[in-house]
């Protein structure tokens, strides 16, 4: 009965060593097999760095302004008698906006003005009594005192009536109106916003670094959200000789024609100054980038040694400049002429083995305009 058992062990154990044994041939194949397997060239999309001039350029974010722009106010107080505009409509320099009540002064000015003229015959008729000895010069001093006082009374009240009669200071365009017939206004009230808009001013700031850059006359470039793909071009005119302490910028102020009168007082908008000098650069798509924590870097495309024919990837690690529409500038790391992985490098690995198919690359500009725009 032992014997049997210790047999049935045996065999039991001789089996199990067997089914390793075969298990671990199989293995073994299946490593031998993996290390020789070769994956398949992967299809890439590949462009050629190409040496370029990009526009110099500075960029900064700015804020619109009237050349002339001002908050119509009462300079005295009064009742509104007669609105003499409709809001938003342009006026032309000296036009009538309001007039205030003016009954009281102009009661007020016959007898000033019958006042000034008797007293200007006293004062003609005391000048030829003063040359025959009449009367005396203290007399003749007195009557032309009451004449320029009787003057000066009634150019006051007609001083205050043209107050109350409140004309535009300049042409432009009118607001939305904040005074009603009846009103009464006291001193400071505000009438409507008066504003001239073509020109228009476009003031922004630079760092102090970029003073020796600028220059007036430099052309500009105004771009804003409310006015999707329009560009409104004018020049810098004037430069502010104060940098400010705190920020250690410097602002500057440029006039854009504004025909239509698109652009409006305090529009954000986005600033381009060009400068004269050029940038010269080694121009690459940016998507041929493969953007890391430690370094940037490319695919450059070699001959494969190995296959003739063939085509491999060499990791380049670049550092890149400016950017244009969809190229990057790179400052080192590649040599004009190279051809680069134009797409899909984040799927690539250094030394794999790769097809070039440029039938499906995009399209790359440095302006583009994408129909979402």
């Known amino acids: 009965m032992k014997k049997r058992i210790i047999y049935a062990i045996l065999g039991l154990v001789i089996l199990i060593a067997i089914l390793a044994g075969i298990k671990f041939m199989q293995i073994r194949a299946m490593i031998d097999q993996g290390k020789k397997f070769v994956p398949p060239p992967e299809t890439v999309t590949t462009a050629i760095v190409k040496a370029d001039s990009w526009e110099n350029a500075l960029t900064a974010v700015g804020t619109l302004n009237a050349v002339q722009g001002v908050n119509v106010s009462a300079e005295l107080p009064g009742k509104v008698v007669s609105i003499a505009f409709e809001s938003g409509t342009t006026v032309k320099k000296g036009a009538l906006l309001i007039s205030q009540d003016t009954s009281s002064e102009e009661a007020q000015l016959p007898g000033a003005e019958a006042q000034t003229k ?15 000895k009449i009367i005396s010069q203290s007399e003749y001093d007195t009557a032309l005192a009451n004449y320029d006082q009787a003057r000066a009374q009634a150019a006051n009240i007609r001083a205050t009536i043209a107050k109350k009669t409140i004309h535009a200071p300049f042409g432009g365009r009118l607001g939305i109106r904040q005074v009603n017939l009846g009103q009464l206004l006291r001193e400071g009230d505000p009438i409507v916003t008066l504003q001239t808009l073509d020109p228009i001013y476009a003031d922004f700031t630079f760092p102090q670094q970029q003073i020796s850059r600028l220059r007036p006359g430099l052309g500009v470039r105004v771009t804003s959200d409310a006015l999707q ?43 381009t100054v060009g400068l004269p000098v050029r940038l010269q650069v080694l121009a690459l798509p940016a998507t041929a980038v493969l953007y890391a924590p430690y370094g940037d870097s490319v695919f450059v495309v070699t001959e494969d040694k190995e296959h003739k024919g063939g085509k491999t990837i060499r990791q380049q690690f670049i550092r890149l400049g400016e950017k244009r529409g969809d190229f990057v500038a790179a400052v080192s790391g590649l ?22 198919d440029n039938k499906l690359a995009p399209p790359f500009q440095k302006a583009p305009t994408p129909e979402n725009n």
């Open 118 to 132: 008797l007293t200007k015959t006293i004062l003609d008729r005391d000048a030829k009594m003063l040359d025959k």
């Open 229 to 271: 793909g329009v560009t409104m071009e004018g020049r810098i005119k004037a430069i502010n000789p104060l940098v400010d302490a705190d920020t250690r910028n410097i602002k500057v102020q440029a006039t854009l024609a504004n025909r239509g009168e698109k652009l409006r007082p305090g529009m954000f908008v986005n600033v």
């Open 335 to 356: 040599k004009e002429g190279e051809e680069i992985v134009s797409t899909g490098v984040f799927k690539l690995r250094n030394g794999q083995s790769v097809v070039v």
